[in-house]
């Protein structure tokens, strides 16, 4: 293994002097937050399954719900290629994108729990709009109002959790976010499989329901407890350290706070966050953490699967409730893989659930390509085996996505930041992570359609790449305190050549550590 993936325990600040319970204040803080993650989960779960039911297609999409009936049990890899149809649902990841520089300001300027207000806001009057849709524009409108709130959601909790979480349970802490997600796209299945038999109107249910996580996030929202990081970075100290004391569940905090002070002395001397993300010093954090692993998140296929389980289903000739029934497995998958996560993740390590995962969800994907490629796209009905064993198969990789990729995706960004671009970085994580979720939204039914089963070969090589640009350039961050994350790249064989050389460089122009 290349050298300098070992953690400096010498060179680490205070680490060891910090001390914490874990308290039901701070347990409340960490569930109330993390319900952001359901209105993703939910998002991602319900579009694919509304969109597949006649109904919804009869009403926005008939030459769709014609073409489906004519082909009703055919294997046809172009059954759904629609571009106004995926539009419905990549417009609101284009709206999250773009409204995540603004969550950025309104979640360093008034903290994370104001972020946190404003996208439950947002996604309920999305929700609202979208079920009470009487043409496409109105279907389009709700989910921009629907995308700002994931936007806002997005950017502002997993920051919550990370600086709320002590080190040493950082990991499962912040993949609660991931959880939440996880449950909402399970609970998205089992409505949509219920709704599909309420005629004419069960997707409009199914679309309004969506109110119902984003009125439990708001209401929550308002007895929510800032970060001590945020308020410390507010100028609010005294606050702070009475919040850090609450979560911490001791009065002992005086290394830990000494560190976030420290750390909010350097934001200050950033006046361009997004500016400061370019420094060399900052190299590492922009590559992996802002642009890497969100886009190579997206690059694994799964959204892709998750977004249109229901659509691959029934376009293998399961049939429309057979393939709902189908996608809350894959969904119940990604479940137990997230509580794997949570339970291993601190023990085990990130980079360890990366590669091993990785390498299954690889082997996952041939398998699918190479039976896609001898059974499927000839017009004939899916043997039953076959399409067992394709259920099967995507099952296995999306519990592989759900202990890796999904949780991790969302942890290993949150946490390399230092406090001065952390809120800016966060803003650039789900403004790549949101657009390469958009660009495979738009267009994966049309790869799926002239690509065919190569579309998944493509996949394969993608996470080959992923899994050697984390073998070679990602530190090991488990249990590493937030706000010491940055010595990891003194010591990494690759980043320590380039951030020490940026340090120089400040040094020998006279400018302060905290200036571009």
């Given at each position: 293994m290349a050298g300098g993936f070992a953690v400096d325990q010498s060179a680490l600040k205070r680490a060891h002097l910090y001390e914490y319970k874990i308290t039901g204040y701070f347990v409340f803080?960490?569930?109330?937050?993390?319900?952001?993650?359901?209105?993703?989960?939910?998002?991602?779960?319900?579009?694919?399954?509304v969109t597949s039911m006649d109904d919804f297609l009869k009403d926005f999409f008939p030459s769709i719900y014609r073409r489906k009936q004519k082909h009703l049990n055919e294997t046809d890899y172009c059954k759904y290629d629609n571009q106004i149809l995926t539009l419905f649902t990549s417009s609101l990841y284009f709206a999250g994108l773009i409204s995540t520089f603004a969550a950025s300001h309104v979640t360093r300027t008034w903290g994370r729990r104001g972020s946190i207000l404003v996208g439950a806001t947002s996604?309920?009057?999305?929700?609202?709009?979208?079920?009470?849709?009487?043409?496409?524009?109105?279907?389009?409108i709700g989910r921009i109002l629907l995308g700002v709130g994931i936007g806002f959601g997005n950017q502002a909790v997993p920051l919550y959790l990370?600086?709320?979480?002590?080190?040493?349970?950082?990991?499962?802490?912040?993949?609660?976010?991931?959880?939440?997600t996880c449950l909402g796209i399970l609970i998205a299945n089992l409505i949509n499989y219920g709704t599909e038999k309420i005629h004419p109107w069960g997707w409009r249910l199914s679309l309004g329901?969506?109110?119902?996580?984003?009125?439990?996030?708001?209401?929550?929202?308002?007895?929510?407890?800032?970060?001590?990081?945020?308020?410390?970075?507010?100028?609010?100290?005294?606050?702070?350290?009475?919040?850090?004391?609450?979560?911490?569940?001791?009065?002992?905090?005086?290394?830990?706070?000494?560190?976030?002070?420290?750390?909010?002395?350097?934001?200050?001397a950033v006046k361009n966050p997004f500016?400061?993300?370019?420094?060399?010093?900052?190299?590492?954090?922009?590559?992996?953490?802002?642009?890497?692993?969100?886009?190579?998140?997206?690059?694994?296929?799964?959204?892709?699967?998750?977004?249109?389980?229901?659509?691959?289903?029934?376009?293998?000739?399961?049939?429309?409730?057979?393939?709902?029934?189908?996608?809350?497995?894959?969904?119940?998958?990604?479940?137990?893989?997230?509580?794997?996560?949570?339970?291993?993740?601190?023990?085990?390590?990130?980079?360890?659930?990366?590669?091993?995962?990785?390498?299954?969800?690889?082997i996952c994907l041939v398998c699918v390509s190479v039976t896609l490629?001898?059974?499927?796209?000839?017009?004939?009905?899916?043997?039953?085996?076959?399409?067992?064993?394709?259920?099967?198969?995507?099952?296995?990789?999306?519990l592989g996505y759900g202990r890796s990729w999904g949780p991790l995706g969302w942890l290993v960004p949150s946490e390399l930041f230092p406090l001065e671009t952390r809120s800016a970085g966060q803003s650039v994580v789900v403004c790549v992570n949101l657009f390469f979720t958009a660009l495979i939204a738009q267009c994966f039914l049309a790869a799926l359609c002239h690509l065919q089963y190569g579309i998944f070969l493509l996949f394969t090589g993608?996470?080959?790449i992923m899994s050697s640009f984390i073998y070679f350039l990602l530190p090991e961050t488990k249990q590493v305190p937030i706000e010491e994350i940055y010595l990891l790249w003194k010591t990494h064989w690759f980043w320590k050549n380039i951030v020490n050389e940026g340090e120089e460089a400040t040094d020998l122009n006279g400018k302060s550590g905290g200036q571009v």
């Open positions: 803080a960490c569930i109330v937050a993390a319900l952001g993650g359901s209105l993703f989960g939910y998002d991602l779960g319900v579009s694919g399954g996604f309920f009057l999305g929700a609202v709009v979208n079920a009470a849709s009487v043409n496409i524009a109105m279907l389009i990370s600086e709320m979480a002590p080190a040493k349970v950082r990991g499962a802490v912040n993949q609660l976010f991931q959880l939440t329901l969506a109110t119902v996580p984003a009125t439990l996030m708001f209401i929550g929202g308002l007895f929510l407890p800032e970060t001590p990081n945020s308020l410390v970075e507010q100028g609010r100290l005294e606050e702070a350290r009475i919040v850090l004391e609450k979560v911490r569940g001791t009065n002992k905090v005086e290394a830990e706070f000494a560190d976030l002070i420290d750390a909010s002395n350097a934001a200050r500016r400061n993300l370019l420094a060399r010093r900052n190299r590492p954090q922009l590559v992996i953490g802002a642009l890497g692993i969100p886009a190579f998140q997206q690059l694994t296929g799964m959204n892709s699967i998750l977004f249109y389980a229901p659509v691959i289903f029934q376009s293998l000739g399961f049939g429309s409730g057979a393939s709902l029934y189908s996608s809350i497995f894959t969904s119940g998958a990604l479940v137990v893989g997230a509580l794997i996560s949570m339970a291993l993740v601190d023990k085990f390590g990130r980079r360890a659930f990366f590669l091993e995962a990785g390498c299954e969800m690889m490629a001898l059974k499927f796209g000839t017009g004939e009905v899916l043997p039953k085996g076959i399409g067992i064993f394709l259920v099967i198969v995507i099952c296995v990789f999306v993608l996470i080959l």
